[in-house]
């Protein structure tokens, strides 16, 4: 439940210091180039990280992919070759940072999580994705899990659908913003389902599981809070073209993703809402369980105790009884105790206790 | 109860492409058109989309309403006549919008949501409603829900009643905003008889039933604020004329609808604390009720113990129990068990516990 | 308690439509001037409203008091004859309105909320004053309940007691604003006592009535608080002088006010503090009570069913009991019970149950 | 607890009518000088106030302190003679201000609350001061009560110790106000005690009576916060130097007390969260006891219920009842009981009740 | 729990008094100097402070350390010497500082906490840091607890490694800052491993000792939050380069300082919100405890009062029972009882009470 940083392991060292604090991804890093512009695409996977470095000044477009920030050194070099800040290949290799934005000189920095939908019955996974937006190039930097949300747009740049081979590298790191922020709808979604469920099973059959089900629910909720709370104001403040790399004309499809994610915001507060609300309907079933229970208790004591006394008394052994002798006393008993019972029966009803 | 978004159909797609996510309006898409200026009103319904784009030259008021926005292709068709952008026509069949202003060069885009009252056990029904603000034309798309609450404007343009003929397109969309805003105190007197009911029930005979009648109250609410806060925001910011549509005239109109809103708002606020205030009282009801029970249950075990136990002692077989001898024996007993009996119920009632 | 706004009467007219939306005072509105400068005073009642035309133009400071605002005529008539915008006699008419404060070009248009203090086993009564400030008048506008609290300021008028004859118009709305303000720390005291009552009542003799009173009260505190709130706002941007209305004397005294109106939200923090801290108690005092009718419960139960078995086994019918036949085995028996009650007794004091 | 304000007595009187609204002081009030540069000091205590008008255009540090405010002919001769605002007075006066600052042309007005701590069983007491800064001269008025916390600085005076008589009427105003906000931290020692205290108590013998001292305690935080928070904000714009009287060298100071009162609110913050801490450890100790409660009175129903039902069973009378002629039978019962009600007391030790 | 303070010591003394308000640390103070450039270093331990005096003005950068502030007149010869304000060695001295920065014409004063990691069974250890930043020299005073954090910047510095040899004093504070700030991490790490034991520790077996850790685990969570939300500030002000002693390239690395300690109170924060969740699974498993614990006494209850009632109707001495002679009256008797202990029991299972 609580991600061990692994930021411990960096104590003491300099800054910029390039230390991998991810959980080790086995895999073999990917490297995948996509170079285009409004006439021409041409997609690769490349082995060595140089490869890469004929495209720093090729005035197209180039989107490189590096699937796998284990590989310190790959990192190290496309930073060295595109002259990044070591505190940025720093960043880029700590998997436990904020979503955060920072402008340098000639690039953007930009960090961001990636939130996969697995199988429902798993966690949501979480993914670390870094972005860097120069004038004629966007690199992505993933941990390396397995999978991506960025198919679709591969899928567009190679067909050509809508505008994105005709604008620049800016709309490209929109494009991966707006992608990765629309799959946090099908998170919300799948969590909209799983308040339904947790609010049908809090109706129906409360049990301790239900207050447990909320409370991994709701430790959910924060986590992707946290990951899409400081995104906020990092596709904000793009907006606001702090950057002249940011041009004019992609301002307004980032001011679109600014609503997204206010959108999202605004459905987990409502969520949130309504678990608080849930939590209340559970304790005070708990609650009412224990009414009922002391209800039936208090019945059964209340109808048998009187009666069993009236049989006490005439179990007693005295020897001048004069009821003992009687022809009817027995009948009577039997009477006077079907009375008794009827009639705490009905004072019960009337209190609604039955 | 959560909303499903239906964002999720659109996760991978560019920019632009237009897809409805509402439920699909079964119903025929209606188009009406109203053009007016002081001194004439023209009004008719149109088959096809076509038949609108002769106004949008015309120096008179327009005013397109399109109810039904699933029908993609006549949303497309008037966006790309008065020359919209795609995001625009996007947001408008997106029908999961918050409610937002925009404001691009030559005109306004304002979503809002507007509030039906049904029939009064049926939950709130919420339309969106996107208007488009020109400099000589009004256009308003809704879902196509059955009904809206604009007829009262129809009637005045017709009429001339009021200023509404003498000024312009600004003012027909401030008209259209109040009577939406209007309309909200429907919903508003709803709920306040809504929460009466709840304190009446709560104070004669509360029930687990009340709970839940108080959660989905609150969560009805939190969906009307979700839908009126932030069109505070949107009328405080048109009512700032940040754009030169918006003259200075209907400024102040502007500002009081913003008051309205403010008023809406902190009706909210107040049901908010006043059900919160009613969850306080229905858990200490629902202890209270645990309390008297189990003073039932104690007076009863209280009273007939001990009665039990002297019968007990008297129904035992000693052979040398001189108390059994007596002649008075067994009326003593039912002495004591009277005595003991009696200062144990002035016991209670001095404890006030009866 | 929830105020029907009566609201809904307007949806869908237009604005500026005179609509009186508050409970129609039956008693015949009543129109009092008061005009004076340093040297002279005029008080009269008139019959008509036309009759206060002449002082829109006098250079003297008039105060004009309209008590009824549900004559709508007159509230029309005098808007005419002084020019104010038709929103805000709209407003004036509307007696749900929250205080606020417009200006207007020669004017500036003041809502506010008087309290009354009636009885104290009756609510607090609320109601709507508006005040129109000009460069030469004040207009006040009541609702026509009974009573106001304007007397004092009346007789400081005629007698030329402190400053308020020296001054001009804006003088004088100041003085309104302050009375009004200055009547709030009656309700104060009053909340005060009932506090410290509660907090009595809860410490002595806590019972599910304290609860709903604390509830009342605290219903109670929040429309006085929606009274109060809003009015911070409205003194402060007097006392910056945002309209030339405001002479810089009086600046000063407008500050002073501001100061009162904060004390008041402090007092009113402070007992909404102290409300939720009687709760808890509250609460917590009743499960005390519990835990103390269940002790009762164990050790009766705990006393007399060990008891009750011992009798109950001297109460078989077994042929061999040697017991029986013993000649002491009845007293013994007594011995025993003896034993154990007491010791129990004993047990129940170290535990400290009794 | 709730301070009856004493603002009632003044509703409907002009502002600047001077009326003391605390409790009457009894004493004679006081009056002492101090005057002094850095060569010479000159202290007495004088009988009638116009003593003191002889030091207003002396260009030597001049601090007049009256203590005893009820004086109020004392009060307005010095406020006359030294030119003060009407409105300054009459806060002066009303001594359940706020702490704030005023700025006036050639003074400053500044309201603060002196706590002094007296016996540990009595609740804190506190006492208005006003300090009136000139060029030359600090006013200060204290509401009469015994004892102030300004003797050190009177020493400090006197002997010349530190920078106090090298520097200016602010610095003096600056360390009475460092001296007031100094003995703030007396008082939160004495806090920190009470809270170490309750924590004990509540962790060794949690009573309803701990659970009033919370309350007690937190009303009393509530207080002390209304006196420190405001203090805040007046420290900080007197540390901008809003007004020429604050000289560049005393900003630092007043910079260092700013922290202090930072650091004051810090503790009270912490000892806030603390205490609500504590109330959850209090309600959950409640429910653990019941729980205990009622494990014992299940064990011992438990146990003697169904070894009760066994001799009733054989209390019977019937006739044919084998078991009752066996020789064997008397002890055979109570080996059963014996069994029973051992292996019931084994299944609660497993289950953890003993 | 409660940090005594010990500024009451220092009640009415005139600012700037140097009195140590922290315990007294009974080790000699070390005082440590390193001055390096890129060149050259020199490292050594002196015996009087007079020794450092030397470095003032030498150009390379200076890092003193004093370990152990207890020494006041070392801090005190030092401070006369650099030309420090009394000020600042009054609040070097006191070691209950809030941590803050401030700017100074030529230097800039900064204070922090320091934690240790002790023994995982031991609380957080906090240690007061002081830093005062020259444009040559940096002087850090420390409490004189054992050990510090900033063996590795010794390390670095000497070895050369990184940045640190190349660069002025700025960046010797930044990493001194960034040293204590990763060392948050640890702590942070020690915090997550508690939660999750707690966790565990509630699901498995809650007992009121696990409530009694939540507490002190919250506490400690609010000093440390202490120490490191205002940190947030003094990092971001110093980023903002408000001095010129910040020279430019050390500005980013201040953003990563920053960044840094958002991630810490993020951190906290997720934490704080697991320890309330925390807390109503708590207090719902004492309930839900309570309802198994009733279930039992309620089962056994309702089956063996009717039971015993039988027994006792057969126990009665009537002359005229006739039951009591037939010959299958007992096996009857035990018919019926069996007959109602199941279907008593089919009942229980039935209601998922068993």
């Known amino acids: 439940m609580v991600k061990r940083t692994g930021r ?8 910029g210091t390039l230390i991998h604090t991810g959980e080790k991804g086995t895999a073999e890093p990917k490297v995948t180039i996509i170079d285009y512009d409004e006439a021409t695409v041409q997609e690769r996977e490349v082995k060595t990280i140089e490869e890469c470095f004929v495209f720093r000044d090729k005035p197209t477009v180039t989107w490189i992919n590096l699937d796998g920030v284990h590989r310190i050194d790959m990192v190290e070099k496309l930073g060295d070759c595109f002259g990044f800040h070591p505190l940025v290949l720093e960043d880029i290799l700590n998997t436990v940072q904020r979503p955060k934005m920072e402008i340098y ?19 949501i996974e979480m993914e670390q994705v870094s972005l860097i937006l120069g004038s004629n190039f966007v690199i992505s930097f993933q941990e390396g899990k397995e999978g991506d949300v960025f198919n679709p747009v591969r899928e567009r740049i190679r067909n050509g659908k809508g505008l994105i ?4 590298s800016d709309y490209l790191a929109y494009t991966l913003l707006d992608t990765v922020v629309d799959n946090y709808f099908l998170i919300l979604e799948r969590m909209g389902e799983a308040v339904e469920l947790l609010e049908e099973e809090l109706l129906t059959h409360p049990s301790h ?3 447990q089900e909320i409370r991994k629910f709701r430790n959910e909720m924060i986590s992707v809070r946290r990951a899409v709370w400081p995104l906020r104001e990092v596709v904000g403040s793009l907006g606001r073209r702090e950057s002249p790399l940011i041009r004019e004309t992609t301002e307004i499809y980032l001011r679109d993703v600014y609503d997204h994610t ?7 507060e409502t969520y949130r809402e309504m678990l608080s609300g849930m939590l209340d309907i559970y304790l005070s079933s708990i609650s009412n369980r224990l009414n009922s229970v002391m209800k039936v208790l ?5 109808i048998f105790m009187p009666l069993t006394f009236i049989a006490g008394i005439y179990g007693m052994n005295f020897k001048y009884m004069p009821e003992l002798e009687w022809r009817w006393g027995y009948p009577a008993v039997w009477l006077v105790v079907a009375g008794i019972g009827i009639s705490m029966l009905i004072y019960f009803k009337k209190k609604k206790w039955l």
Chains 1, 2, 3, 4, 5 share one sequence.
């Open 209 to 211: 599981r239900t207050l």
């Open 105 to 123: 000189g000639d690039y953007i920095y930009i960090v961001l999580k990636m939130l996969h939908v697995g199988d429902p019955s798993h966690p």
């Open 8 to 15: 411990s392991k960096k104590v003491g060292l300099p800054p």
């Open 262 to 268: 206010i959108q999202v915001m605004d459905a987990l």
């Open 298 to 302: 208090t019945i059964i004591a209340t």
């Open 165 to 168: 081979r005709k604008m620049g």
